[in-house]
């Protein structure tokens, strides 16, 4: 049993917190050379034998040999070109060749790969293996699939893979780049902490310390790692992995991305879905969110420094923040009325609070230091350099928090005083 199963399985089930966490993941493998041994594993997990292979032309290219291993299967291949933006018609595609057949799915990728799969096996109740080719984000354990939709990108709920491999030779294979905005997109935890307690604090918001614990736990660890990040270092790849694993099984225990994405990934979600009006092949997530963490952090620790704050109700311009939003503008009109997430948010309450909100703040690394680690990690740092102009961000930045039902100490903005 690997070490990481045996985290999951010491986490797993009823909890203080009184939900009871659970992960259809059964099985994870990190080791060097699994790529030989990937029929043995679907074997031992009792896979059909009639498998879907997905990948594109570059992922089947770095996982070389799994076609090999996969001789005892009937095996059909589903091969992209090079698969960035995945959508609804790459879900419904794979859901026409599974229905009715008594197959399952192995994904060999990352994120735009992974996600139509894992809706289209929760879809159609179908086992599913990933076979992570570059440690690139924080998806590999996530139930959940954010798709592009007639030009919208959103998150559906599908499901978590049955087996996760990581040949830890193939990982450190793996581009920079992605090893970067893999680093990128963990380093945003530390937001996605900060808001979920501040939220909890002010609104009463479900918390669970357990799988906060376990976030924490996989970003401090990686932290450690950061000079080591773009280095072809097996066991530092495979190090990732697992942390990259442990937010993503987080965010299955708590069936919400909570854990693991806060204020930072709502502003890159918005660049995301205004790029995607504009027809720009967005960056890889981790660039932007890695970006996006550094900015929220900056105003955060700003915030921090402040002892004491004034407090009024919201006032904010919604026609300005409508239009804003273009085409967007009757989805985010839906979350922003008839209720108001802010509403749950009582002036006197925040203002009573802010010794602990400077605490929770200070709890995690400081903008200077994340920057830091994320420049040892060959992250991208500035805004200039994931490619938009500073105005366009702002914007993004600014109006953000609007565009999800969902508290952060960003969204309390216009109420701090
Ligand atoms: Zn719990
Ligand atoms: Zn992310």
Redesign the pocket.
């Known amino acids: 049993m690997s070490a990481i199963m045996d985290i999951i399985n010491a986490t797993r089930g009823e909890?203080?917190?009184g939900?009871v966490?659970e992960t259809t993941i059964r099985d994870i493998r990190i080791g060097s050379g699994l790529v030989h041994q990937v029929g043995q594993i679907l074997k031992d997990n009792h896979f059909p034998k009639q498998i879907l292979l997905v990948a594109d032309r570059n992922t089947l290219q770095a996982a070389e040999g799994i076609l090999e291993s996969l001789k005892d299967f009937s095996v059909e291949q589903h091969i992209y070109d090079n698969l960035r933006v995945a959508d609804m018609e790459h879900v419904y595609e794979l859901e026409e060749k599974i229905r009715g057949r008594e197959a399952a799915i192995v994904s060999v990728g990352t994120g735009s790969v992974n996600d139509p799969c894992r809706l289209a096996a929760a879809k159609q109740d179908k086992m599913l293996c990933i076979f992570a080719s570059a440690p690139s984000m924080d998806g590999f354990a996530s139930y959940s699939s954010p798709l592009v939709e007639k030009g919208f990108k959103a998150s559906y709920p599908a499901k978590s893979p049955e087996v996760i491999i990581g040949d830890t030779k193939i990982l450190a294979n793996a581009p920079n780049a992605l090893k970067s905005a893999g680093f990128g997109d963990m380093v945003s935890k530390y937001v996605a902490l900060i808001d979920w307690q501040v939220s909890t604090l002010i609104t009463g918001e479900y918390y669970?310390e357990?799988?906060a614990g376990l976030t924490r736990q996989a970003i401090d660890e990686l932290m450690e790692m950061a000079d080591k990040v773009t280095e072809n270092d097996e066991e530092t790849a495979g190090k990732i992995f697992e942390a990259l694993l442990k937010t993503g099984i987080g965010m299955s225990?708590t069936q919400n991305s909570r854990p693991a994405s806060g204020a930072e990934h709502i502003i890159s979600h918005v660049i995301e879905c205004k790029e995607l009006i504009d027809g720009i092949i967005p960056n890889y997530h981790g660039d932007d969110v890695g970006v996006c963490t550094l900015e929220t952090l900056k105003y955060y620790n700003e915030l921090a420094n402040r002892p004491q704050i004034e407090t009024q109700y919201e006032n904010v311009d919604w026609d300005e923040i409508y239009r804003f939003y273009g085409p967007m503008a009757e989805d985010v009109r839906k979350l922003n009325e008839p209720e108001n997430i802010i509403d749950l948010v009582d002036p006197q309450k925040l203002k009573e609070s802010w010794g602990e909100i400077v605490k929770i703040i200070r709890s995690v690394p400081s903008y200077e230091q994340c920057k830091a680690a994320m420049e040892k990690a060959g992250c991208k740092i500035t805004v200039a350099d994931i490619g938009k102009d500073e105005a366009f961000f702002r914007d993004c930045m600014y109006y953000s928090p609007f565009m999800r039902r969902r508290m952060t100490l960003l969204r309390m903005k216009h109420m701090i005083v």
């Open positions: 909890c203080k917190c939900v966490h669970c357990k799988v225990y």
